[in-house]
């Protein structure tokens, strides 16, 4: 299901005019995942998805996840751009605090995009399987 939901954020990142997208929003991080975490960073281009997440999480990440789990560190998300072509990385401005903006665009720089809620839109259309439960 996760998966799905992953590779239509894939799909959709032409749609919001990005290369990349940069997911934080709890909520958003669960239904791309498939993950309770109370702090983490997703990671998100047309090939690859990243998960970025502190000890706490990390191995149970490594265990769980289909997809690429690092460490998070200061250096780490701008070294998911490196010998990638990724001219704009999109976020969601109504998830960010300034102090976060302030460090996505200490280590993104310019190519950061604000994007009006972009996993919120996906997650208002629901999949089949979603709709017989809400109404079982």
């Known amino acids: 299901m996760t998966k799905n939901r992953r590779r239509k954020a894939q799909e959709r990142l032409a749609v919001w005019g990005v290369d990349a997208l940069v997911v934080t ?51 780490t998300l701008k070294e998911q751009l490196v010998g990638k072509a990724i001219g704009r990385v999109g976020f969601d401005e109504n998830a960010e605090s300034y102090a976060a903006y302030v460090k996505l665009k200490a280590s993104i720089g310019d190519k950061l995009v604000p994007l009006s809620k972009p996993i ?12 017989k439960k809400i109404e079982a």
């Open 25 to 75: 929003a709890l909520q958003d991080l669960l239904y791309l995942t498939g993950l309770t975490l109370s702090r983490g960073t997703l990671f998100i281009t047309k090939d690859t998805v990243c998960l970025i997440v502190d000890g706490r999480y990390f191995q149970a990440c490594k265990e769980k996840c289909a997809f690429d789990v690092q460490l998070a560190a200061p250096h």
């Open 120 to 131: 919120l839109e996906m997650r208002a259309v629901k999949d089949e399987r979603k709709i």
